[in-house]
Structure formats: C-alpha cells, structure tokens
C-alpha cells in the first residue's frame, strides 16, 4: 500500500471530522494537469491522475473561513454569495436566504459591482413592475402590452430576484464556484470588495481573502460546507447598520 495512503487512513481513523469531509467528497481536486501551481501547498497526494487534497489542511481552512464570514456577519457586512453551477444552486440560494443575505445563482451580469448605479436602476423597475402588477395598474394596459410587462417581470426576477434588496454595493462577495465566476472576482477586486470561498485544485488562492480548499464540484462536498458555514453564521447577530442622524446623536453626546 503507498505510503501517502496510509497517512491518508491514518488522518481518517484518528479524526471523526476528517472522515466526514472524506465521505461528502471534498478532498477530490482535478486532473493534475489542471491544478493551479500555488495550491500544490494543499494537495496530499494524487490518484488515478487526480490531485488530492489534505483534509487536515481542509479543516483548517474552513475553520478560519468560517471564524472570518462570521466576524464579517458580526460587524454589519453585506455578503453576497454566488454560485451558478447548476449542482450549487438550490443551496446557494438557501444558504443565503436563511441568513438574509443577497445571491446570485444564474449568469453573472456584467457590472453588477463596477456599475452598480445601472444595476440598481434594473432593479427598481423590477420592483416598480411588481408593485403595479399587484396594485392591478396594469389593467389599463392592452392585453399583449401586460403580457411584455408580466415576461419583463419574470426576465428580470431571474436575473435580479437575489439582489433586488440590495442597495449598495455588497462588502464580501462569497464564491462557491470561482472557476465559473472570473469576472465576478474581476469586478471586486476593482470595486475593493473582500472575496470567500471555495478554491478547488484549479483556482489560484491568491484570488480569496479567505478561503476553504476543497471540491467545489461534489453536491455533498458544497453541501458540507455550506451547511457548516450557515450554520454557524447563523448564531451570530448581525450589528446594527450605523445611519448618519444616529452617529451625529453620539457626536453630540460625547460633547
């Protein structure tokens, strides 16, 4: 048996944790021909061409993830998470609504941080259609014009419905799937906005702020880690967002 399998087993045997992210599959990186050279540092071993990640490494990553999302959480930050695979979807979603927090689970829309203004003018029309649709002010329209008014509606739900409650541009942006999502890492970087997530064995880690190695392919494995960083977000109450009349109350009182 190779040595780096016994090592593995051994890992295994001496950690519960480690055997649960062994079975949801998060140590199955990509072929080695596809592995970024900076996440070599991760990797334990290889099998049938296939990169393997170190799960001891794995757990503590996603325990300094998860320490920084729910600091972020504590101080007041806006994340928004984004995961367009068709597998991370439904728990992108989730993950995000059970927290409150905006996603992003279909194609990225190009300017969604470096040109917010337009994106927030897309988005109130879209709240504009919906206010009118259930005010029945649509009524005065002609059939085939409620109808274009009704399919812009749900055109723009898909594509704006995780962020229609946005209204500045996000402080985190939290990736699940970075290979798919470049421009969205793109576009923080110009507009100085933090990036987390999932780096599998094909994305350079310089990319994140902070980040888990791991599968970003695996249901189980984006499952695994989605459901440990909810849930332990979820304990912590986020602060308070500070308005200008509240912080020039405590200027005065200090005087």
Do not use: C
């Amino acid at each position: 048996m190779p040595e780096k399998t016994v090592e593995i087993e051994k890992k295994v045997a001496s950690s519960p944790e480690i055997e649960e992210m062994m079975r949801a599959g998060l140590h199955f990186g990509h072929k080695s021909s596809k592995t970024h050279p900076e996440m070599r540092k991760f990797i334990s071993s290889m099998r049938n061409t296939v990169h393997i990640i170190d799960l001891e490494k794995t757990r503590e990553k996603l325990v300094e993830l998860i320490d920084q999302m729910k600091a972020w959480r504590e101080e007041g930050k806006t994340i928004l998470f984004l995961g367009t695979k068709v597998q991370a979807r439904d728990m992108v979603r989730e993950t995000a609504e059970s927290l409150d927090s905006p996603y992003v689970i279909n194609r990225w829309i190009g300017g969604t941080l470096t040109n917010f203004k337009v994106i927030s003018e897309r988005i109130e029309y879209l709240n504009e259609l919906e206010r009118k649709l259930k005010e029945g002010e649509l009524d005065q329209y002609t059939k085939k014009e409620r109808l274009d008014l009704t399919n812009d509606k749900e055109k723009l739900e898909k594509k704006f419905g995780g962020i229609r409650n946005l209204t500045k541009i996000p402080d985190v942006l939290f990736i699940v799937d970075a290979d798919e999502n470049g421009l969205a890492i793109k576009e923080a970087k110009v507009a100085k906005v933090l990036v987390a997530g999932i780096a599998d064995t094909n994305v350079d880690p310089a990319l994140f702020d902070a980040f888990v190695p791991a599968n970003d392919d695996a249901v189980s494995s984006l499952s695994y880690i989605l459901s440990k960083i909810q849930g332990e977000m979820a304990k912590v109450k986020p602060e308070a967002p500070k308005t200008e009349e509240k912080e020039a109350e405590k200027t005065n009182g200090e005087h």
